[in-house]
C-alpha cells in the first residue's frame, strides 16, 4: 500500500467522511491533513499516517493485505 495519496485518487475512493471530489478533497486536506506536499499545479498528495483513523481503516478494507507490507502497523 502507499504512504501518499493524490486528492484525485482519495475521491475516487469515495470514502465515507470524504469528500467526492478532487477540488473538496484539497480543501478538505487544507484543513484537516497534518502532513501533505504540493505536486505540480494544484495537486497535493497527503500522507497516509495523516489521515483521521476511521479513514486510515476505510483505506486498510479496501486495499488487498499484501499491499498494506508498506504501512506500519498503528
Known amino acids: 500500500m502507499k504512504e501518499w495519496f493524490t486528492s484525485q485518487e482519495l475521491a ?3 470514502l465515507p467522511g470524504l469528500p467526492g471530489t478532487d477540488r473538496r478533497v484539497r480543501e478538505w486536506a487544507k484543513k484537516n491533513a497534518k502532513i501533505r506536499k ?3 499545479g494544484k495537486g497535493i498528495e497527503i500522507s497516509f499516517l495523516s489521515l ?3 479513514l486510515q ?3 486498510r ?3 488487498s493485505p499484501g499491499e498494506l507490507a508498506s504501512i506500519p502497523p498503528e
Open 52 to 54: 483521521p483513523p476511521a
Open 38 to 40: 504540493k505536486l505540480r
Open 57 to 59: 481503516v476505510a483505506i
Open 12 to 14: 475516487a475512493m469515495k
Open 61 to 63: 478494507a479496501a486495499t
